[in-house]
């Protein structure tokens, strides 16, 4: 289980606290796995996922084929 960096964990909720360690452990998992794993919707998940991203925490990689 890897900790947050820098103090990280003490701004965000629990949910997205939880949605970056499992994308920590597992980078490619799915949003549905994710809703899954945490017991709330999609949209949710969604929603965390866009705050996460304004706020420059987690960025989309793109993987060249």
Do not use: F, V, Y
């Not at 997205?16 to 920590?24: R, S």
């Not at 706020?55 to 993987?63: E, H, L, M, S, T």
Request: aromatic share 0%; net charge positive; proline share 3%.
């Amino acid at each position: 289980d890897k900790s947050l960096p820098n103090g990280l964990g003490e701004k965000l909720g629990e949910t997205q606290q939880n949605i970056i360690k499992l994308m920590q452990n597992n980078p490619k998992i799915a949003i549905t796995a994710l809703a899954t794993e945490l017991g709330i919707s999609t949209t949710a998940i969604e929603k965390h996922i866009k705050t996460l991203k304004e706020q420059n925490i987690i960025k989309r990689i793109k993987r060249i084929c």
